[in-house]
Structure formats: C-alpha cells, structure tokens
C-alpha cells in the first residue's frame, strides 16, 4: 500500500478514537494506548484493498459535528468509503487522492480553488459545482428556476410566492412596495444566504410604515397561509425524502389590522420540531402527491445543476393542490433527515459504480 495511503487511514484511526486515546493516557499506561491505537489501525489497513471510495471533505465545524456523524461514518467504513479532512492550509492539488470532493464552504477565493482543482482532476467529483452553488446563495436568484419552471399538472400546482428585492435605502421600500402591489403582511428575509445564523432569520412585516424598519439587502415575500406547517424536501441525487415542520402560524384579516410592526423570527423549520407526529388536520398534514415532487425535483436538479439540495415547500391553506416553494438550501441539515445514512452513502456509491461502468479496465 502506498505510504499515503497508509498514512490517511492512520489519520481515520486517530479521528476513530475521537481523543479518547490521549485522554485515557491520564489513566493508563502508554503501552496499553499503543496497543489499543495499533489494533484500531490494523483493523483499518486489513481492509483497505476492499476501498472503493475516498471522499475529501471541506465542510464548517459546524456542518462535521451535524453531519460527520459516528454512525454515518461506520456504515460508510463498512461499504469501503473513507471521509478525509482537507488541510485547508495546504494546496488542494498536494491531498489525496481523491475520487469525490464534498464541500460547502463560501467565498471567492474556495471557488478559486476549486475551479482551479476541477480542471486540474477532471476524474474528480466536485459535489457540487460552484457556480451552481452560488446561485442559490442568492434569494433573487434561487427561486428564479422555480418560477420559470411554471410547473403544473394534474397532481397540483408548484409557485413562487411574489417577491421584490431591495438592495439599498430602507426609506424606499413602502413605496416600492406599493408600486409592485405586494400584499401585507409581508415576509422579509436576507438578500445573500452565507451559512451565517442571520442569513436565515427572517421578519414578517404587518404595515406598510413599518416597512422603512428594515435592513436591505433584503426580498419581501408576500406571506401565504399555509396552516402553520413546512414541508421540507430533502433531495440526495434522485432520492427524495419529505419531513413536515412547524412553521409560522396563519395571519388573519382580524390580525392584520390589529397588529402593527416588524416582527423577527429565527431559522424557524430548523428550530421548531417535527411536525411528523403531531395532530394535525389531514388537509394541513397531508404531504405534496410524490409524483409532483418527483418532477419538481428532476427539473430543478437539471435547472440548478445540483444534487444535495432541499426544497422549503408549503401548501395555500384550504387548497389541496396549490404549492409554493419559499426557499432553496445547498446541502442542508441532512443528519436531521431520516435514514440519511443509508440514503447518502448509497448515493455516492453510485459514482463509484458509473466509473466502473465507463472504464472497466481500470477496476479489472
């Protein structure tokens, strides 16, 4: 086996043990520790000829605690694929090998980098595309697919709520909002989406004086009653896999004129608990037909040139077939998605196996 080779495993070995090694030499003696480290990694290296798969990461600390779990991790060893740190401080072109590159990151100078590794690797899998990626970092942008795509058939109708973007001037925005006949109340959220907690707060504005309140960049959604519940579509390749969540509660004609103001709200479908199990109203819990969400999700992996996405999707309340799509995600919460370990690694197994599809030879 190749010295990096071995050295890589060596350093899953140590990742395996999560420091428990170094923190159990406080009660133990170092031979013992060396023995235990040993067996780990010579478990690892006697099934190293079994790899098919070797995927460099490049996520936030936050995303490894989320994702990288110890049981994802053990189910992917057991099907031969190993995830690899990438040493951002070191040239991405010097790691590896590499057959997957999975990231999520931002900023121009990691899209450099990577563009820059693509072309360099083309046998490479960059999971996904920058430029692709980018494109949905941007509220105007993202549900611009969705809106074009006009999708509607027999199983329902897929919208965008309206929208206006505004890029400066608070003071503007009652008029402009008027001009663009919005209708209070009106959901503001950040412009940019950079995987900060702010970019994914969000206000609903309930009059038109109190518009001037807010901070642009911004776009202004049109607030659709939807029964207080989100249906989140978590797409992996071509699986899909819905959960309901709890979301902001309907806003009545009553309400509407006895309240007035900006009123802020956190990352509300991630903060709020399922709403699986809960007492619902058939017609409110009832999940989008799957053959819409089928054709929804093939278009938009087309459109978007994406694969690990999801889909913030709710339905008007008191229709059963009007759908509106308020937000797209790049490689969201999956460790909050049931089953996603079976679902993720199964899905990158698939590169492995269209590889060996398409050069036999080299896995002879």
Not at 176 to 200: F, I, N, Q, Y
Request: aromatic letters at 8%; one cysteine or more.
């Amino acid at each position: 086996m190749r010295l990096k080779e071995e050295n890589a495993y060596k350093n899953e070995v140590e990742k395996e043990n999560g420091g428990r090694v170094r923190l159990k030499e406080e009660g133990r003696c170092k031979g013992e520790v060396e023995k235990e480290s040993q067996r780990l990694y010579s478990t690892m290296i006697s099934g190293a000829y079994q790899q098919k798969l070797v995927v460099g990461y490049a996520l936030t600390s936050k995303k490894v605690k989320s994702f990288l779990q110890p049981k994802l991790e053990r189910l992917a060893r057991t099907k031969g694929i190993l995830f690899v740190a990438i040493d951002l401080h070191r040239p991405l072109s010097d790691q590896g090998p590499f057959d997957i590159v999975l990231h999520k990151l931002t900023g121009k100078e990691w899209r450099l980098i990577l563009e820059d590794y693509g072309q360099r690797h083309p046998e490479v899998t960059v999971l996904d595309p920058p430029d692709a990626i980018q494109h949905v970092y941007n509220r105007q942008s993202m549900l611009q697919d969705v809106a074009d795509l006009n999708l509607s058939d027999c199983y329902g109708k897929v919208g965008v709520p309206r929208q206006l973007v505004i890029k400066n001037d608070p003071l503007s925005i009652p008029d402009a909002v008027s001009r663009a006949g919005l209708t209070l109340p009106l959901v503001a959220k950040p412009l940019v989406v950079d995987g900060s907690a702010k970019s994914h707060e969000l206000s609903l504005a309930y009059d038109q004086l109190s518009l001037s309140r807010l901070e642009p960049p911004l776009v202004l959604q049109e607030f659709v009653n939807h029964g207080g519940v989100l249906f989140k579509v978590f797409i992996v390749g071509e699986t899909i896999k819905v959960v309901r969540r709890f979301s902001l509660p309907d806003v009545s004609k009553r309400e509407l004129l006895n309240n007035a103001g900006v009123f802020q709200f956190p990352r509300v479908s991630t903060a709020a608990a399922s709403a699986d199990d809960a007492d619902l109203d058939p017609g409110i819990a009832e999940l989008p037909p799957r053959p819409l969400l089928e054709k929804l999700a093939r278009e938009l992996r087309r459109r978007l040139g994406l694969h690990l996405f999801n889909i913030d999707m709710i339905r008007e309340h008191g229709t059963r077939d009007r759908f509106y799509v308020i937000d797209i995600n790049y490689f969201p919460g999956y460790g909050k998605m049931p089953g996603y370990e079976h679902i993720f690694t199964d899905f990158l197994l698939g590169f492995v196996q269209s590889k060996q599809k398409r050069c036999p030879a080299n896995h002879s």
